[in-house]
């Protein structure tokens, strides 16, 4: 508005306020001519002040107009990435105009991963507001607070909550347009009627049945009663009430389509411009397979194929797809059912006036989020000086240049497209990661867009080249002593040569190089040979310049015998120390092969040994090709027809250990004449086993005198109670005098025996240190 007018119209609005009753003359008359003019001038710039409002007012509601409701197939799935690990990488991307809101349908099990993983980017002029869904409480903790509910039963249920006149009943009260047969009622639910009348059947037979009459009382006073089975239409004229009935019939909904979410994403913005969505889900494994195809000198030509599963609502149509070998970190965690904690319930004294108190904040303790991009806007709020202010990424990803041929793959997996834009340098995040190569993962980038339709899977070819390799007959022994015979020290095993005897035959299969700079995932591998099938293997991971033995079936044109001697050498060290005597040599198993080329071509034989503990191979043993954590690998070439041997000789280091005070005559003597044992150590023994075998003939003697004094002790009693009895019969005297003689002559016997147990007891005392000495002063190293 002009600034003239303005005034104007500000001097009319005062001036009208100042009009009092006058008497009309000459002087009123031309007053009220210039109060009809001052009048024109401020009605016509109230209309230019109302004029102006107005179209401000639709300015402003053309600059903000409100969001279009857009379904997921504006943002198309574009970029996939599989993970071994069984979850996907999702993008999706698409152009959309001005404000808008798309909703991205879900399976209710995929949300939890939805939720901590979806990333929204909005390239253009524009900003992310917020990512709304539906809550996931139960349909009856949503409905709680509804004034009234319906069942699904019909009316002619007994105790029915359905139907209309149920509904009726519950809007007690609420405003309704009804019509009907003979027109439209409008005004509150009186009341709901119900009434049963009997109805004619056939043969006389009546039934009853329930009639409804709605009750509608106008603002005039006027009562109108409609039967329920002429309404038409109810329309429910409350605000609040329709409200509640949508309330009702979403919460209903969505508790019987269990399985589905919407996620609703919000954008504001002018023009066209692209936005991105990314998001993690459970995914099928990505699966290989492989197959060799081997021509007539041998060489492999190898071919892979990766297999993919779409079991998701939506088609990939021409999307960018890559899949992932190796095992990240991921879990679920369940983000989207509301959370509650506990609270106690504090009751208010009566007696207690409650004031609010504040706190003086804390210098420098904000906790708002400081300025910088971020993928949507967003806001800061805490006590501080922290504030938030989110924008869009507008810069350009930078997107890498694709090599020629149908893969490529990159150590450690660096993703383009989205996770390009979102680059640590611009995101404001100080972080110590980099993109460089993380542990062990791989990617395999298929360069040609692919399509896959929803709930179908397809091969997807990875790798086709020559590696290099040849055909080979593999032998795996596995008869090897067990355990308890490694560890076995008894000297009473007999160490025998094994009778030869026939194993079974060899596997043919293939040595297989990667020359590429791939890795290769396990899967299963089928072998062409010659133009036909040869057999089947499966694979372990394979990674770059890795050697790898693949078997796929039975090799009947080779032949294996074994022969298997056990055998122990000679004491290597003899030690004896302080009476304990040890004697460390080494246990030899040494096995003997016969392979066997019965067919009129060239033979590659591979045997392999296993790794045990303690065992070394013997240094006559010829040195293996390789040698991996389980087995010793031994390569022999066989010409046409021929036979060769090859002896694989191991030793494991054994310790015997004796203490050579406890030890008996006969084990001292088993010791002695031990083959590992040498003569000078022998003879160095031979003084121990003479004092060991007095020593034992001393322990004899004196256990057969005590045994005699026992004897004589027991014999002794049984006189003294034969005299006793004796002394009262008549007659006994010569008996009594015999038992008398007996018992002296036992009683001189005692006295020698104690004579010579103190004599063998000393010599045994001369004897036991004598010993002692030799063990001390025997002292092999």
């Not at 504006?74 to 990488?89: D, E, M, R």
């Not at 021509?295 to 079991?311: L, R, S």
């Not at 400081?370 to 990424?393: F, K, V």
């Not at 001697?565 to 030690?575: F, L, S, T, Y």
Request: proline share 5%.
């Amino acid at each position: 508005m002009p600034k003239a007018t303005k005034s104007a119209a500000r001097c009319i609005l005062i001036t009208a306020q100042k009009i009092e009753p006058v008497v009309v003359n000459q002087n009123t008359k031309n007053s009220m001519k210039y109060l009809s003019v001052l009048l024109a001038i401020g009605a016509l710039a109230f209309g230019t002040h109302t004029q102006t409002r107005n179209e401000t007012r639709e300015s402003s509601k053309q600059s903000n107009p409100s969001p279009s409701r857009l379904s997921a197939t504006t943002l198309p799935i574009k970029k996939i990435v599989l993970y071994s690990n069984g979850v996907a990488h999702v993008e999706r991307r698409g152009v959309v105009t001005g404000n808008v809101e798309i909703d991205l349908p879900f399976r209710q099990s995929q949300v939890d991963d939805v939720l901590k993983s979806m990333v929204v980017v909005d390239r253009g002029e524009g900003n992310i507001g917020s990512i709304s869904y539906g809550s996931s409480q139960p349909a009856s903790a949503r409905t709680a607070e509804i004034p009234f509910s319906v069942d699904a039963e019909t009316e002619d249920s007994e105790d029915s909550r359905g139907g209309l006149a149920n509904i009726l009943s519950q809007l007690q009260g609420d405003n309704v347009s009804i019509t009907y047969a003979n027109g439209t009622a409008i005004g509150a639910v009186v009341t709901v009627n119900k009434k049963d009348v009997s109805v004619g059947l056939k043969d006389d037979e009546k039934r009853t049945v329930p009639v409804y009459t709605v009750v509608i009382g106008s603002q005039a006073g006027e009562l109108t009663s409609i039967p329920l089975n002429e309404i038409r239409s109810v329309k429910l004229l409350d605000a609040n009430t329709r409200r509640d009935l949508n309330e009702f019939s979403d919460a209903v909904a969505s508790a019987r389509r269990r399985d589905s979410k919407t996620i609703t994403i919000t954008s504001k913005g002018t023009g066209q411009r692209e936005i991105s969505v990314s998001y993690v889900v459970a995914a099928p494994i990505w699966k290989t397979s492989y197959r060799v195809v081997l021509d007539e000198k041998g060489d492999p030509f190898f071919q892979g194929w990766a297999i993919v599963d779409n079991v998701s609502d939506d088609d990939w149509r021409d999307v960018e797809l890559s899949m992932i070998t190796g095992s990240p970190v991921s879990f679920i965690q369940n983000l989207q059912k509301p959370l509650y904690r506990y609270r106690p319930i504090v009751p208010i004294p009566d007696d207690l006036n409650l004031t609010p108190q504040i706190y003086d904040p804390e210098a420098g303790n904000g906790y708002g989020f400081g300025e910088g991009n971020g993928a949507g806007s967003g806001s800061g709020s805490g006590s501080g000086d922290g504030s938030g202010n989110g924008g869009s990424i507008t810069e350009k990803p930078e997107l890498f240049s694709s090599a020629n041929g149908n893969y490529i793959v990159s150590s450690g997996y660096k993703g383009s497209g989205l996770s390009d834009t979102l680059a640590i340098d611009d995101s404001g995040v100080n972080t110590a990661a980099t993109g460089e190569a993380v542990g062990d993962l791989f990617e395999y980038k298929i360069l040609a867009p692919v399509t896959v339709e929803k709930n179908r899977s397809a091969l997807i070819p990875i790798v086709q080249t020559r590696m290099e390799g040849e055909r080979v007959s593999i032998y795996r022994d596995e008869a090897v002593p067990s355990a308890k015979e490694e560890a076995s020290t008894d000297d009473e095993r007999e160490l025998t040569a094994l009778p030869a005897s026939s194993s079974p035959r060899a596997r043919i299969g293939l040595r297989l190089k990667n020359t590429t700079n791939l890795t290769f995932e396990g899967g299963p591998l089928t072998v062409m040979d010659s133009g036909a099938y040869a057999g089947e293997a499966l694979m372990e991971r394979l990674k770059p310049r890795e050697d790898r033995l693949i078997s796929f079936g039975i090799d009947l044109g080779t032949l294996i015998r074994t022969k298997t001697e056990e055998d122990r050498q000679p004491a290597k060290i003899i030690k004896a120390v302080e009476g304990v005597f040890q004697i460390h040599y080494f246990k030899t198993l040494k096995k003997t092969y016969w392979l066997s080329n019965q067919t009129p071509n060239p033979r590659v034989f591979y045997i392999e040994r296993p790794v045990r503990k303690g065992w070394e191979l013997s240094a006559d043993t010829p040195k293996p090709i390789s040698t991996t954590a389980r087995f010793y690998r031994f390569r022999v070439e066989l010409k046409p027809f021929e036979t060769q041997q090859i002896t694989i000789g191991e030793n494991l280091g054994m310790m015997d250990r004796y203490e050579l005070r406890t030890l008996s005559p006969k084990d001292l003597l088993a010791l002695v004449v031990k083959k590992t044992i040498d003569e000078p150590t022998r003879a160095k023994l031979a003084p121990l086993v003479d004092l060991r075998i007095k020593l034992n003939d001393i322990d004899l003697k004196i256990a057969r005198g005590e045994k005699e004094a026992e004897e004589i002790a027991a014999d002794q009693a049984r006189l003294r109670e034969n005299i006793e009895a004796l002394t009262k019969t008549n007659g006994a005297k010569d008996l009594i005098a015999r038992y008398i003689s007996r018992a002296s002559e036992q009683e001189s016997r005692i006295e020698t025996l104690s004579t010579e147990r103190r004599a063998l007891l000393a010599e045994k005392d001369t004897l036991e240190k004598q010993l002692a000495n030799a063990i001390i002063d025997l002292e092999l190293k």
